[in-house]
Every structure is written in structure tokens, then in C-alpha cells.
């Protein structure tokens, strides 16, 4: 059973950066592709980036393109997202995601999910 948890959330000011991180563990990391998803009150839940599991292909959300920035440790068995130049628009509870085989943007096509991890961004 694959168990994922995310940390690094919190409040920060419009234009800055945060890091968020979703640890990984039950099944083997490197034959999984992760995903981030965000969901903001009263909003649907929704793709923002993912990673594939072998060769490091990415993919991102048309509005985070540019700012945020995936990324995965396989010997740290942790995935990243770098999210840099944040708007209040940002602001959601994100979401870190697994699933094997190919990178997809429906988040009930993922397997497993975290708890989740707050990012405010104020204005």
C-alpha cells in the first residue's frame, strides 16, 4: 500500500516562493509517476504538474506554467514542487498523487492520494 505525505505548506505573500514536499513510501517510488493537484474552496480539484517515472518527463497546468517546477529524488524517495513568483490565485490545499505507468491530468485516474497541504498566498 503506498502511503504519501505531503509537508511545506504555508502562508506567504504574493511574488514569493515555496516548496512543498510529498514523502513516499509502501511500493517501489521509481515505478510510479506523481502527481500535484490544488483545490481551492468551493472549487473542483485540479491538476497542476506531474512526473513520469523513468525518464523525468514533466507536465504542468497551462497556469503554472513558467513559475512552478516539479521534480522527484528517487534515493530520497520524495517529490517536489518548486512554486516561485505565487498569486493569490495559487492559493489551495495541495494535493500529492501516484499512479503507475503514463502521466494523465484526471485526478481520479491517480491511485493514492495524501492528506494534503495548505498554501495560503495573501495579496
Known amino acids: 500500500q503506498v502511503q504519501l505525505v505531503e509537508s511545506g505548506g504555508g502562508l506567504v505573500q504574493a511574488g514569493d516562493s515555496l516548496r512543498v514536499s510529498c514523502a513516499f513510501s509502501?511500493?517501489?517510488?521509481?515505478?510510479?509517476?506523481m502527481g500535484w493537484f490544488r483545490q481551492a474552496p468551493g472549487k473542483e480539484r485540479e491538476f497542476v504538474a506531474a512526473?513520469?517515472?523513468?525518464?523525468?518527463?514533466?507536465r504542468y497546468a497551462d497556469s503554472v506554467k513558467g513559475r512552478f517546477t516539479i521534480s522527484r529524488d528517487n534515493t530520497k524517495i520524495t517529490v517536489y514542487l518548486q512554486m516561485n513568483s505565487l498569486k493569490p490565485e495559487d492559493t489551495a490545499v495541495y494535493y500529492c498523487?501516484?499512479?503507475?505507468?503514463?502521466?494523465?491530468?484526471?485526478?481520479?485516474?491517480?491511485?493514492?492520494w495524501g492528506q494534503g497541504t495548505q498554501v495560503t498566498v495573501s495579496s
Open positions: 509502501g511500493r517501489t517510488f521509481s515505478r510510479y509517476v
Open positions: 512526473i513520469g517515472w523513468s525518464n523525468g518527463t514533466t
Open positions: 498523487a501516484a499512479r503507475p505507468l503514463a502521466i494523465v491530468v484526471v485526478p481520479s485516474l491517480y491511485d493514492y
